[in-house]
Nanobody, 128 residues
Framework: QVHVTESGGGSVQAGGSLRLSCAAS????????MGWFRQAPGKEREGVAALYTIGDFKVYGDSVKGRFTISQENAKNTVYLQMDSLKPEDTGMYYCATAAAGQCYSGNWDVARMYSNWGQGTQVTVSS
């Protein structure tokens, strides 16, 4: 079983940046789909971005395209989410999770129930 731990959240003003980290506990991280999700109070969990850990395949939600960048550092079994030009609507708890490798390539990469090994989350608050 893979354990993941998120970090890097905080409070920023609109237009600011944050970088979130998701550290995985095992080298089997190397062959899977790693996803970032967020959840605002009273709303459903939303897929933000996902990355296939082999190669360079990445996918983004429409609301973050051009502002967020997902990347990885294999030596540290870590996936990052660089968030720029933050907006108040980006506020929420951000989670990372793992899924089977093919999930990234499917049309359902942003379906939360297809993921497992969820972390505790890290809070992002963007003020206007």
């Amino acid at each position: 079983q893979v354990h993941v731990t998120e970090s890097g959240g905080g409070s920023v003003q609109a237009g600011g940046s944050l970088r979130l980290s998701c550290a995985a506990s095992t080298s089997t991280y190397r062959v899977m789909c790693m996803g970032w999700f967020r959840q605002a109070p009273g709303k459903e969990r939303e897929g933000v971005a996902a990355l296939y850990t082999i190669g360079d395949f990445k996918v983004y939600g429409d609301s973050v395209k051009g502002r967020f960048t997902i990347s990885q550092e294999n030596a540290k079994n870590t996936v990052y989410l660089q968030m720029d030009s933050l907006k108040p609507e980006d506020t929420g708890m951000y989670y990372c999770a793992t899924a089977a490798a093919g999930q990234c390539y499917s049309g359902n990469w942003d379906v939360a129930r297809m993921y497992s090994n969820w972390g505790q989350g890290t809070q992002v608050t963007v003020s206007s």
